[in-house]
């Protein structure tokens, strides 16, 4: 009996693809003042963009509740299935703590927590790893090992117009926003170990994409043996045209995956509108 999948919104896996492809995701939420928002599920992402131009008060975040996933678990542990659940990185979300408190309540269930040291389009692209491995009938084991190289295969690197957004909701230092904004040094950013971190500082939005786009191919060894996400919120010009530049430098070679893919409500309240970054995994 296939392994089941169950990870959390900041995958960005849709609804309908999720149905699709048989992974459950498990919502985080988006409260503006008295009200929260399911990701995805009560709040889409024009809906999102609609209400930042709008309300007079900016989003913040929050993680699911134990009980949230208890409900993800049930029916695979009802059909006598092992689960494999990956989620946002521990270091940027206490979404785990949240599925591991789950997980005691099927005692008789192998559930196994696996911590992505990941976001958005890295942490959905190790659910599919993950999730096509369960199809093709391989264990718990074989995933979780799997999970492991792709989770040390990943890079992230990324520019944000707009580091108010970040400095806000405690995803980057309040006094490197404050050097940046004072000498006007846009960073690009990465994930080191499930942490934010800046990668390099320079002084245009335009020099950071280009050293984005040098960062993203710098560890790759073998174009076709590669793929590439771009992700952005709410700038799909500027990541098509990230998207361009990248395949201009593959010289014709074709990768394994060069897709776009746009971020959802919880993870563009981090960000701002008008980020972009490349996910990249040999």
């Known amino acids: 009996m296939a392994v089941g999948i169950v990870t959390d919104s900041t995958s960005d896996i849709e609804p309908r693809l999720a149905a699709r492809l048989g992974i459950t995701v498990v919502p985080l939420f988006v409260i503006w003042g008295d009200r929260s928002y399911r990701d995805y599920v009560d709040l889409s992402r024009r809906e999102f963009y609609v209400k930042l131009s709008s309300e007079p008060e900016l989003p913040k975040t929050s993680q699911p509740s134990p009980h949230m996933f208890e409900e993800a678990f049930a029916p695979f542990a009802a059909a006598g299935q092992e689960i494999v659940c990956i989620t946002i990185s521990s270091k940027l979300s206490g979404t785990i703590n949240a599925a591991r408190a789950a997980a005691g309540s099927f005692p008789g269930t192998n559930i196994s927590i696996f911590d992505s040291q990941s976001v958005a389009g890295g942490l959905g692209m190790q659910a599919r790893v993950a999730n096509d491995l369960a199809k093709s009938g391989a264990g718990t084991g074989t995933i979780l090992e799997a999970l492991e190289k792709e989770r040390r295969a990943q890079r992230l690197y990324a520019c944000i117009p707009d580091l108010s957004h970040v400095v806000r909701t405690g995803r980057i230092g309040k006094a490197r926003a404050a050097l940046g904004t004072l000498m006007k040094i846009v960073p690009v950013i990465s994930l080191h170990d499930g942490e934010v971190v800046a990668e390099a500082q320079v002084r245009t ?78």
């Open 205 to 282: 939005f335009a020099r950071a994409e280009e050293t984005m786009i040098d960062l993203a191919l710098r560890n790759v060894r073998e174009i076709s043996e590669s793929r590439f996400l771009v992700m952005h919120t709410n700038a799909p010009a500027l990541a098509e045209t990230v998207r361009e530049r990248l395949e201009q430098r593959f010289d014709g070679v074709k990768p394994k995956m060069l897709e776009v893919l746009e971020a959802g409500p919880v993870i563009a309240t981090h960000g701002g509108p008008g980020a972009v970054g490349v996910f990249s995994a040999q």
